[in-house]
C-alpha cells in the first residue's frame, strides 16, 4: 500500500517532522496499524540495518532513523493499544546493562501495557541489580522482561537473568527475554522462562504466565 511505502521510505531517511503525518495518512486510508508498525517500521529499520552493516550510513543516521521510528510511534500507539491497564499485574522491562537500543523494548512495554499490564520501564544500560532492586520495591511484580539487541551484550542478559535465578524471590516471577540476537535456546541455556520472537507475541506469552 502506498502508504505503507510513505512511512517505510521517511523511517529509512529519519524524517521525524513529516512521519507522523504520514502515519496519520496511512490509517486514514484504511491501513492496518499493525501493517504499519511491522512493514513500514520495523521492516524500514531492517534496512537501516542493513545499510549500517554494508558501510552506507553511520550511527549518526542509525540515530535519526530510530527517531523518526520513535514520532511514527507514538502516532500508532492509541490504535494498538486497546485499554484495560493494570488489571493483569505488574512487569518490570529493561534493556541489560551495555545496550542502549529500546525502540524493541518500548514495543513490547507498549503491547504488554495494551494487553492489560502496569509495565514499570527501567529504559537501556539497566545493571542487573537494578532488576533486582526494583523487584524489591514492588514485590507484586508477577514477570521481569529483559530486551538484549546486541551479540557483545547477550552475556550481560545472561548474567541478569542468572542474578534474578539466584534470588529469593525466583518462584515468584517469570522471566521473559528478547531482542532479534536472542534465540530459544540461548534462552534455555540461561535459564529464562520464556522467550519470544516480536512483541506482539511476548504480551501474549505475558497473558499466560500470568494468568
Ligand atoms: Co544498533 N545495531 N548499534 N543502533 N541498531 C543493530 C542492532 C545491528 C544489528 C545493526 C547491524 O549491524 N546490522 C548491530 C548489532 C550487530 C550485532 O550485535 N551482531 C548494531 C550495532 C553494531 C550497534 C553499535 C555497536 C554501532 C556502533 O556504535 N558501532 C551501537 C551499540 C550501542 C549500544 O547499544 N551500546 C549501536 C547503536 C545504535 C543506535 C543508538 C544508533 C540506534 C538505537 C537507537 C534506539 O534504540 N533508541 C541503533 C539502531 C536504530 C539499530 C538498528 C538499525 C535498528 C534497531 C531497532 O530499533 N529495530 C539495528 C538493526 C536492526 O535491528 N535491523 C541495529 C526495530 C525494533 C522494533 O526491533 O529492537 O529487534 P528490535 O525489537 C524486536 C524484537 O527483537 C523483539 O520485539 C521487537 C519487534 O516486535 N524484542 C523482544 C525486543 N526486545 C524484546 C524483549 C522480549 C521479547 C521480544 O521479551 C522480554
Known amino acids: 500500500m502506498a502508504g505503507i511505502q510513505e512511512v517505510y521510505d521517511l523511517v529509512v531517511k529519519g524524517k ?4 507522523g503525518a504520514a502515519v496519520q495518512e496511512a490509517l486514514d486510508a484504511g491501513c492496518d496499524a499493525a501493517e504499519i508498525l511491522n512493514k513500514g517500521m520495523i521492516g524500514a529499520m531492517d534496512e537501516v540495518g542493513e545499510k549500517f552493516k554494508n558501510g552506507e550510513i553511520f550511527v549518526p543516521e542509525m540515530l535519526i532513523a530510530a527517531k523518526a ?3 511514527g510511534v507514538e502516532v500508532l500507539k492509541p490504535h494498538l493499544a486497546s485499554g484495560d491497564q493494570g488489571a ?11 545496550d542502549l537500543h529500546d525502540i524493541g523494548k518500548n514495543l513490547v512495554a ?8 502496569e509495565v514499570i520501564d527501567l ?25 538484549a539487541l546486541l551479540t557483545t551484550t547477550m552475556p550481560s542478559l545472561k548474567d541478569t537473568v542468572a542474578l534474578l535465578n539466584s534470588s529469593d524471590f525466583r518462584s ?3 522471566v521473559m527475554v528478547g531482542g532479534a540476537p ?3 535456546a540461548f534462552a534455555d541455556e540461561i535459564g529464562a522462562d520464556a522467550y519470544t520472537e516480536d512483541a506482539a507475541s511476548a504480551a501474549q506469552k505475558a497473558k499466560e504466565l500470568a494468568s
Open 88 to 98: 493483569l499485574g505488574k512487569v518490570i522491562i529493561g534493556t541489560v546493562a551495555g
Open 182 to 184: 536472542i534465540t530459544q
Open 110 to 117: 507498549m503491547m504488554m501495557e495494551s494487553t492489560g499490564f
Open 16 to 19: 521525524s517532522k513529516l512521519i
Open 123 to 147: 529504559g537501556v544500560d539497566v545493571p542487573k541489580e537494578k532488576f533486582v532492586e526494583t523487584y524489591q520495591a514492588n514485590p507484586d511484580t508477577k514477570i521481569i522482561c529483559c530486551s
Open 172 to 174: 515468584n516471577i517469570k
Open 69 to 71: 521510528m520513535k514520532k
